[in-house]
């Protein structure tokens, strides 16, 4: 199991900007591709942003945050960062981070090829 844990939430007003973390003991936790996805009430959940295991050169973002948010690692701290500028009511949502050994180009897109699975925690924006 790899144990991950997400920090960084909380309540801000549009246009404001979050960075949200994803830790987990151990640098084995380098080796993996790490995702961000989040789930709205009534929604299902959706794909964020990835990040290739090691350098990190590869990065993963869906059209609705390219450009406003940013995936990246840092392999010394054992941890993955999300950092979400300009954000907008619709940002609202848990946020989960999730790690596998491997996943192709389109793979990493899709949730159900994770393995692990953080507790997610709260973004809201308000207008």
């Known amino acids: 199991q790899v144990q991950m844990e997400e920090s960084g939430g909380g309540l801000v007003q549009a246009g404001d900007s979050l960075r949200l973390s994803c830790v987990a003991p151990g640098r084995t936790f380098n080796s993996y591709v790490v995702g961000w996805f989040r789930q709205a009430p009534g929604k299902e959940r959706e794909f964020v942003a990835a990040?290739?295991?090691?350098?990190?050169?590869?990065?993963y973002y869906a059209d609705s945050v390219k450009g406003r948010f940013t995936i990246s690692r840092d392999n010394a701290k054992n941890t993955v960062y999300l950092q979400m500028n300009s954000l907008k009511p619709e940002d609202t949502a848990v946020y989960y981070c999730?790690?596998?050994?491997?996943?192709?180009?389109?793979?990493?897109?899709?949730?159900?090829?994770?393995?692990?699975w953080g507790q997610g925690t709260q973004v809201t924006v308000s207008s």
């Open positions: 999730a790690a596998v050994t491997y996943c192709s180009d389109y793979g990493c897109y899709d949730g159900a090829r994770y393995d692990y």
């Open positions: 990040v290739s295991s090691w350098s990190g050169r590869t990065t």
